[in-house]
């Protein structure tokens, strides 16, 4: 079994080598890493309140930011990945094929979250080259005077990572049941819009995964987790906690419906 779910995981990256869902989450990243460089750059200082090491500003930030915006990049890489199966219509040839229906569901499932995660690879790397040229064309903000402090921005990425998981659970399912494209993708937008205006003012953001990664933004951003109702649960934080829930009740969800789907 194992080796039929290693051979479906790489049979999902070889159809999506020249797909666009592997360019957004190649560039995703990068793109927001470039719009905050120009950002800094074009306003030629970090404002007052400048800790002694700016590193730790500038990733603060930069982490806040790619947290409210990462949203809109999981969903399209979520959906684009099962809508693939949905152009093509190909389902049908897929869960004929010899062999259990959750060695398509779970190893794509794992695709997509090897792509997300590619996204927070590839923004904390563009990020550091950021900060390194804009020490470069901005010398007075003295970041090449200083050692960034790698360990704050895995970590912050990190939180970031477990709590967009929800929302790929979320999505994933979604994205099974429409086969349409605008359908989960409208569906995504607006949960994604609605977490700006419901975080830290309504309590119904807490069953929201779309929710997730901005309440771990404005929280961990701020300093100050009480103030929009985050709890620390050991390492991670009560939204993390409810992104996994959130991840592995749609995934058994998906796959209790996928494995009972009549093929015509």
């Known amino acids: 079994m194992i080796r039929t779910w290693v051979d479906s995981y790489c049979a999902e990256w070889m159809k999506l ?3 666009p869902v592997a360019w957004i989450s190649g560039l995703s990243g990068v793109l927001i890493a470039g719009f905050l460089f120009f950002v800094f750059a074009f306003k030629g200082d970090m404002g007052s309140n400048v ?3 700016p ?3 500038f990733f603060a930030l930069s982490i806040t930011v790619f947290g409210m915006l990462i949203g809109p990049f999981i969903i399209l890489v979520t959906h684009g ?3 693939l199966e949905h152009q093509t219509s ?3 040839s897929l869960y004929t094929l010899p062999f259990d229906r959750a060695a398509i569901f779970f190893p794509k499932s794992a695709v997509i979250l090897t792509l997300v995660l590619s996204i927070y690879v590839v923004f904390g790397l563009s990020i550091l080259l950021s900060g390194l040229l ?3 064309v901005v010398p007075s903000f003295g970041f090449l005077k200083y050692v960034p402090e790698f360990s704050f921005l ?3 990425l990190a939180h970031l990572f477990f709590a967009g998981v929800g929302m790929i659970g979320l999505q994933y399912w979604i994205s099974f049941r429409w086969d349409n494209y605008l359908v989960p993708i409208s569906i995504g937008f607006i949960g994604y819009l609605a977490s700006m205006f419901t975080v830290g003012k309504s309590d119904f953001a807490f069953i929201i995964p779309y929710c997730y990664p901005v309440f771990i933004s404005l929280g961990l ?3 100050d987790i009480g103030r929009i109702g985050l709890e620390w649960w050991g390492a991670l934080t009560n939204i993390e906690g409810y992104s996994f829930l959130a991840f592995l009740l749609f995934l058994a969800t998906g796959y209790h419906q996928e494995s009972r789907k009549e093929i015509r």
């Open 17 to 19: 080598r020249r797909m």
């Open 51 to 53: 800790p002694s090491n």
């Open 55 to 57: 590193w730790d500003g």
């Open 81 to 83: 990945v099962v809508h």
């Open 90 to 92: 190909s389902w049908k």
């Open 134 to 136: 804009l020490g470069i």
């Open 154 to 156: 895995f970590n912050r």
């Open 221 to 223: 951003g701020s300093g």
